[in-house]
């Protein structure tokens, strides 16, 4: 990239998360846009303070330490643009994530058709999904009226019809979504958002749209019955997203002014990133991004032209893990556990994490059940979103993973640079990828600030992600196979640019790995055995090139789907032995 | 760092709003002396409705049946009141399934609110009415000693203090409650089994005060109609010193239980009020505070999960844990003079 197309702008972006905000300055280093430094400080959404914007005041005052840098004034108003004497900054982007999950009810005609559409815009962002009405509702309308004052919802999302077509039946869904709207406090009515059959936008003004807190229209989602388009729809659910944390939270209009308006959902951002990586960067593999922390498991994905963007805030590792058991059985979440723990200390982690969602793990026992927990969160996220990714993708089975490359990891669990070993053995399990894969993590939680900067500054992303800002941990052979336990199932042979060469046979049911340090480029032989297949087909090797990374080139022999011991004993001992593998001790 | 702050002090201005639901009349004046059984604020509210389709029911248009309906909004109808009836040699009729409220009337529908109940609102809390709130209630203050928790089923009650409790972490059983306990607020430990709960719903008590409650029995808590609160967490854990002192101090004393569910995002906390006779008001609690040397902190997680301390040093950068993550640190003294090291966020400042 010449310099003369990087304007020299310096941008700050907040990330505000549910725990902890952070304050990410990005600016020019010899020609390039850079990450320089992140300054944070705890999230102040909750009581006492319940303004965000002290949170992101605190977090910048910290960054402004670690710099040596002036970027608030004596008030403490950030100073913009920046001044000749180096205080300030440029530009400023926001990315939010913290607050209560939005309460949502969805609304459709058809359970498998408009309603699914429906849930799929909803669960891009923070949302909890409360009661679902469409045609196949069993409820008479007073019950479907006394359930909305029940649960009071802060968003309405509506589905239905194709562009012209249905109209009456839509008008019989929105009744009592009308009436209950009437009958609830002005203050307490919803945001209703309402993407279904464009030619009756004007009708469903007339029927609620001065019964709402505010009435939104997107593009239709289900423009004909083959065709889904999301996206636009997603847009416009980030705008109200937005505007419900104005109502719900001080200080995010701050930061809003602050950032001249580019201020978006952290999912939604990480979205646009995955959405522009897939275009820019895309194979005929998938793009994956996962990011899992105190507010949501996120699952975002890129493949030829689609993407799907997954928020599942009960998946969350904060205040909703007292509700994991809804998902998910004790036992499923101890067979990650590397230390013997008993249910009942796991169900009173489960309830007493809830209480502290900042809290993070101090010992040695707390850390290998947040791992377990963190594992079997990931896994349902993985296998949730799953069900959304298009048809025709590329895949070794349907029962699978597809493939991706890269798979990219972020938030609070994936993040700890200090030991990927961890972090790679939790994505392994939780994800289980299949067949030749590298994976990234990022290790400053950059993705959502980078696609919130993409709006401001469409360079930045770019070099940055080009600048190793990122850890690349390495690149992973998955084989499927279905061979006995200790059976050979690959032999691999690895030459360095150096014309070392290095080789490894994989037995079913084990981790290895071969060296290859980041940046280093190697050309990977593969030899399968049994009928194994790492994506070239069944039996089928091959050759390719691989990059480096910290755990360089990692061999998962265990097998797809991931098969653990019901031995509680020998399993443990797996995962320990796994886990020093790959350098997680 | 901003550190979270519990409140567990022994003497201190204490001011709660205490609102209805919905929209109400409140009864209280300013100035008022309120005890906690005083009714500050009253009003009536229908939980379900009645959508009656008077087009789709009497054949018509919905212009149609617009002009046959009888009723208006805000009319008062019998169960079984004719509300609409249709011209004919054999005339079909609507009529209403329940007494209750016409509330809408246009489009061919009726809407009426069926199932009215009157609710009240208690004071709760003995002290003075310092606000009213139009419609809704009232802020009262108090003096006393001040309890917060971490859990509570979101109700209250008021009653005398038994401490039923010989320890910190003592375990109730339900054979400890007797007739004698009838109408007491008890100070009980842990509960583990949900045999006590229902025994103290049987004398009825007016309320729990729990160190802890295994996670098995959250929901029967739940259910439970009088006040149960819990000051450390869930599973085996005993009640943590501060509080349990302040508690076991006080017994006999009048308490309030003030089960409030917590909310990080309103504020709202389980707590327990002991009013105290003051001659001047004494300060509010500070609500913000910032980690440093002096400060009594609670461990949030392990180790030393719920113990108390005193911060003797914030230490400088990241400090490596025994689980292997970095994070800043604090090193903290316990109460039983050993002395740890632990990330600043599990720890809740105390006072």
Not at chain 1, 180 to 194: G, N
Not at chain 1, 203 to 231: M, Y
Not at chain 1, 241 to 270: C, M, N
Not at chain 2, 148 to 160: F, L, T, Y
């Amino acid at each position: 990239m010449p310099s003369s197309l990087v304007d020299g702008n310096s941008l700050l972006a907040i990330d505000v998360g549910a725990a902890n905000t952070r304050a990410v300055l990005f600016d020019v280093i010899e020609g390039e846009y850079r990450f320089v430094a992140s300054g944070s400080a705890p999230t102040t959404a909750e009581a006492p303070l319940k303004d965000v914007g002290e949170g992101a005041r605190n977090a910048i005052a910290n960054l402004q330490k670690i710099l040596g840098k002036t970027l608030l004034d004596n008030s403490r108003g950030l100073i913009t643009p920046s001044q000749p004497n180096g205080s300030g900054v440029d530009a400023l982007v926001v990315a939010l994530s913290a607050g209560p999950v939005v309460k949502t009810i969805i609304v459709g005609l058809l359970k498998d058709v408009s309603l699914d559409s429906a849930r799929r815009l909803a669960e891009s962002t923070y949302t909890s999904i409360v009661d679902t009405i469409s045609l196949n509702d069993l409820r008479k309308p007073d019950q479907q009226i006394d359930s909305i004052l029940r649960l009071r919802p802060d968003l309405v999302v509506i589905t239905g019809g194709t562009d012209g077509g249905a109209s009456r039946s839509i008008q019989k869904l929105l009744e009592p979504i009308g009436l209950a709207d009437f009958l609830l406090p002005e203050e307490q009515r919803p945001v209703v958002l309402f993407a279904g059959n464009e030619k009756m936008q004007d009708e469903v003004k007339n029927l609620v749209g001065s019964l709402t807190a505010s009435l939104h229209f997107s593009p239709n989602v289900r423009p004909s019955l083959e065709t889904e388009d999301i996206d636009p729809a997603e847009r416009e659910l980030a705008r109200i997203f937005i505007d419900i944390r104005k109502q719900q939270i001080k200080g995010v209009e701050l930061l809003e002014t602050w950032s001249a308006g580019h201020i978006l959902p952290t999912a939604y951002a990480t979205g646009r990133m995955v959405r522009f990586l897939a275009k820019v960067y895309g194979t005929k593999k998938g793009i994956l991004s996962v990011d899992i922390d105190a507010s949501a498991a996120i699952i975002s994905a890129g493949f030829n032209g689609k993407s799907t963007l997954s928020v599942y805030p009960q998946f969350g590792l904060g205040e909703n893990l007292s509700r994991l058991q809804k998902y998910t059985t004790l036992e499923d979440i101890l067979r990650w556990c590397s230390l013997d723990i008993s249910k009942g200390v796991l169900r009173d982690y489960l309830y007493q994490k809830s209480l502290y969602p900042a809290a993070i793990a101090a010992t040695k026992e707390d850390f290998a059940i947040s791992q377990a927990v963190s594992r079997q969160a990931l896994y349902l996220a993985m296998q949730s979103a799953r069900r959304d990714f298009p048809k025709n993708i590329a895949m070794i089975k349907p029962t699978l993973t597809p493939l991706f490359e890269p798979i990219l990891a972020g938030g609070g669990v994936l993040s700890d640079a200090s030991r990927p070993g961890h972090s790679l053995l939790l994505l392994l399990d939780s994800l289980q990828p299949v067949g030749v894969t590298t994976i990234i993590l990022d290790q400053n939680n950059l993705l959502p600030l980078l696609g919130a900067a993409a709006s401001q500054n469409n360079i930045l992303p770019v070099q940055v992600l080009e600048s190793g800002a990122f850890l690349s941990v390495g690149t992973v052979v998955s084989p499927l196979s279905a061979a006995n336990y200790g059976t050979p199932i690959l032999r691999a042979k690895l030459h360095y640019e150096n014309g070392a060469e290095a080789r490894l046979e994989l037995k079913y049911g084990s981790i290895e790995t071969l060296p290859l340090s980041s940046g280093e480029i190697g050309k990977l032989t593969i030899q399968v055995l049994r009928g194994s297949d790492v994506g070239f087909g069944p039996g089928r090797g091959g050759t390719l090139p691989v990059s480096g990374g910290a755990l360089g080139v990692v061999f998962d022999g265990r097998g797809r789907p991931l098969n653990l011991p019901s031995d509680a004993v020998h399993r443990r001992e797996l995962i320990n032995k796994w886990n020093t593998t790959l350098g997680g001790g | 760092m901003q550190a979270p702050v519990i409140h567990i002090i022994g003497l201190t201005s204490i001011v709660r709003k205490r609102l209805l639901p919905v929209s109400g009349t409140v009864l209280a004046r300013l100035n008022q002396k309120v005890n906690p059984v005083d009714v500050i604020a009253e009003t009536s509210w229908a939980h379900e409705h009645a959508l009656l389709d008077v087009a789709r029911l009497l054949r018509v248009t919905p212009t149609v049946a617009d002009r046959l309906v009888k009723c208006k909004v805000g009319d008062l109808i019998g169960a079984n009141t004719e509300l609409a009836v249709a011209k004919g040699l054999f005339p079909r009729s609507v009529r209403a399934p329940r007494e209750g409220r016409v509330v809408a009337a246009a489009g061919g529908q009726v809407l009426m609110e069926v199932g009215e109940t009157k609710t009240v609102l208690k004071a709760g809390i003995p002290g003075t009415v310092v606000e009213i709130i139009p419609d809704r209630g009232v802020v009262i203050q108090t003096a006393g000693s001040l309890i917060q928790g971490v859990w509570g089923n979101g109700r209250i009650d008021s009653g005398v203090l038994v401490n039923l409790t010989e320890k910190p972490d003592s375990i109730l059983a339900a054979g400890r409650l007797d007739v004698s306990l009838r109408g007491s607020i008890i100070l009980a430990g842990m509960v583990k089994d949900a045999e006590t709960l229902l025994a103290a719903a049987e004398l009825p008590v007016r309320g729990l005060i729990l160190s802890s409650i295994y996670p098995s029995l959250v929901q029967k808590a739940r259910e439970m109609h009088y006040p149960i609160m819990v000051t450390d967490g869930f599973g085996s854990m005993p009640m943590n010193s501060a509080a349990y002192k302040l508690l076991s101090t006080n017994a006999k004393r009048d308490v309030t239980v003030d089960a409030e569910i917590y909310d990080r995002y309103s504020g709202t906390r389980p707590e327990v009020i002991i009013p105290l006779p003051i001659s001047t008001n004494p300060s509010v609690p500070h609500e913000v505070e910032t980690f440093a040397p002096g400060l009594q902190v609670r461990m949030s997680r392990p180790p030393a999960m719920g113990m108390i301390g005193l911060i003797v040093a914030i230490k400088p950068g990241l400090t490596t844990l025994p689980s292997g993550l970095r994070a800043p640190a604090a090193e903290v003294k316990l109460e039983n003079d050993e002395t740890i090291f632990a990330p600043l966020v599990n720890l809740e400042v105390v006072g």
